[in-house]
């Protein structure tokens, strides 16, 4: 059973908003710093909004700021990443990560250490003009 899946992914119109899903098994969320990155096409991956849960502040990136917001669900064991105005560039396969707390949420996004906890495979979301 893979530790992180994402869901919820698929097309939208530019303009438009999506709530996408990355859900945790085998471990608990609520203990790990946990963000949110995407990789369009022919580009690196991009850290978009990571929570550290340490020092009680989220770290949003250029492209997720007044856009994409980051919430937890522990009953569920799952994090959402709520993006509205999402437009053609947006389009990428958007993953999460959790990893150990020590880090902070702009340590997480700047330089996502994908060495250690868990990394979801992505879902992919496709905006249209």
């Known amino acids: 059973q893979v530790p992180l899946v994402e869901s919820g992914g698929g097309l939208v119109q530019s303009g438009g908003s999506l709530r996408i899903s990355c859900a945790a098994s085998?471990?608990?969320?609520?203990?790990?710093?946990v963000g949110w990155f995407r990789q369009a096409p022919g580009k690196e991956r991009e850290g978009l909004v990571c929570d550290s849960s340490h020092d009680g502040v989220i770290y949003y990136g250029d492209a997720a700021k007044d856009r994409f917001t980051i919430s937890r669900d522990t009953v569920n064991n799952t994090v959402y990443l709520q993006m509205i105005n999402l437009e053609p560039e947006d389009t990428a396969v958007y993953s999460c990560g959790a990893v150990p707390p020590a880090l902070t949420g702009q340590s997480m996004c700047r330089y996502p250490p994908t060495h250690l906890g868990h990394w979801g495979r992505g879902t992919t979301v496709t905006v249209s003009s």
């Open positions: 085998r471990f608990s969320l609520e203990y790990y710093a």
